[in-house]
């Protein structure tokens, strides 16, 4: 039995942090800390742990720090993401690092949005969307007709 992967540790952090956000502490600093899941390698285990047995619809951004469209997807993902907070899991992914994650997925180019649902892949953009595709794209996976 392998053993769990070091990045597994703050996905059980933020957990606790967005559960005590509910006893007083600011939307601001969960959105901060805890809004995007990093990855740095994503395998096998992180696609199966953290998005095909999921509870909520995943929006995975395939990205990389030498990456110039993909810092400005981030933010938009900041700017609209604390709206489904509880909705949808947000998880960025280092491609450079992650092979497996990127070959499974067929990921061509950075960077990539993939929303799933499960084990099924509901959506997919490459390249930057600005914040109102964004939210409407979140609207249409989580079926709500008016736009946030």
Known sequence: MKPMPVLFMPIF????????????????????????????EADEYVLKGMVYDSDLPV???FSASPCITCRPMEDVIH???????GWVRFLKVNAN??????????????????IFDGRKEIERRVGAVD??????????????????
Do not use: F, Q, W
């Open 13 to 40: 952090c933020a957990a606790l942090v967005v559960a005590v956000s509910g006893c007083g502490a600011t939307r601001k600093a969960v959105r901060n800390a805890d809004l995007i899941s990093e990855v740095d």
């Open 59 to 61: 929006a995975m951004l």
């Open 79 to 85: 700017a609209v993401g604390p709206e489904y907070d």
């Open 97 to 114: 690092n992650s092979a497996h994650a990127v070959k499974a997925l067929k990921i061509g180019a950075i960077p990539t949005l993939v």
């Open 131 to 148: 914040k109102k595709e964004l939210g409407a794209i979140l609207n249409r996976v989580l079926d709500i007709d008016e736009e946030k």
